[in-house]
Every structure is written in C-alpha cells, then in structure tokens.
C-alpha cells in the first residue's frame, strides 16, 4: 500500500492534557477514573519538565474548569439506583450516579492537590501563581 504526501493538510489537535480532562468527566464512571489517575499521574511525574507559561494554561485552562465541570456534574447527578441488569454486580457504595460522582470528585480533588504541591515545591514556578 503506498501513501500520497498532502502538503497542505493541517491537523488541529489539542494537547493530551485537554483532551483527559475532557474525558474526566466522561459519562461512564471507569473513563472518568482512568482518565483522571492517567492525567494527575503524568502532570505529577513530568511537571518538572513544562515552563511557567505551559503551567499556567494547564492550570487555567484544564485543572480549574475540570474542578467546575466536577462539581457542576456532581450536583446535578441522580440518587436513584443503577439498574445492575445482566451480570454486572454494583457495590452499594456506588449504586448511584450520585455517590459515582461523588468519587470523581474526591479523585479530582486529590489530584489537584497532589499537582499543586508538585508545583509549589519548584521555586522557579511558585512567582508565576
């Protein structure tokens, strides 16, 4: 199979750290878990690598409107139980939309801490916050 080279093909893609925040608030409770252990982990692990500009936009253009969208969704979200049809077995600790959101609230709660002390312990970044 041969390809052809477009030339004038642009591809507008958004940084991966944009697009798990996106998926942190994905409906299904195990995406927005994995998205979310996968963002904090790597923001944590390779932090040290972004310069203060780069940080800024993540913290105000991912981190702040995840916590917004969280919190939003986590409100909203329904008490009634999940209908565990089939196979599926449900904790009753998580039979609801509610309480499922409620633990994407404390893993996006805990992960904004955890990147903020990551942060705040390079000198160089904390005169940008």
């Given at each position: 199979?041969t390809?052809?080279k477009?030339?004038?093909v642009?591809f507008e893609?958004?940084?991966?750290?944009?697009?798990?925040?996106?998926?942190c608030?994905?409906?299904?409770?195990?995406?927005?878990k994995?998205?979310g252990q996968?963002?904090?982990?790597?923001?944590?692990?390779?932090?040290?690598?972004?310069?203060?500009?780069t940080?800024?936009?993540?913290?105000?253009?991912?981190l702040?409107p995840?916590?917004?969208?969280?919190?939003?969704?986590?409100?909203?979200?329904?008490?009634?139980?999940?209908?565990?049809?089939?196979?599926?077995?449900?904790?009753?600790s998580?039979n609801?939309?509610?309480k499922?959101?409620?633990?994407?609230q404390?893993l996006?709660?805990?992960?904004v801490?955890r990147?903020?002390?990551s942060?705040?312990?390079?000198s160089?970044?904390l005169?940008?916050?």
């Open positions: 199979m390809y052809k477009q030339n004038n642009k893609t958004k940084p991966i750290q944009m697009l798990l925040g996106e998926l608030v994905d409906l299904r409770p195990a995406v927005r994995s998205a996968t963002l904090f982990s790597t923001i944590t692990a390779h932090g040290s690598l972004l310069n203060p500009p940080w800024q936009a993540l913290v105000w253009q991912v702040f995840l916590l917004d969208n969280v919190r939003a969704l986590s409100s909203s979200a329904s008490n009634e139980k999940v209908d565990a049809s089939g196979n599926i077995l449900i904790h009753h998580r609801t939309a509610q499922q959101w409620a633990e994407t404390v996006t709660l805990s992960g801490c990147v903020s002390l942060v705040f312990k390079s160089a970044l005169e940008e916050f």
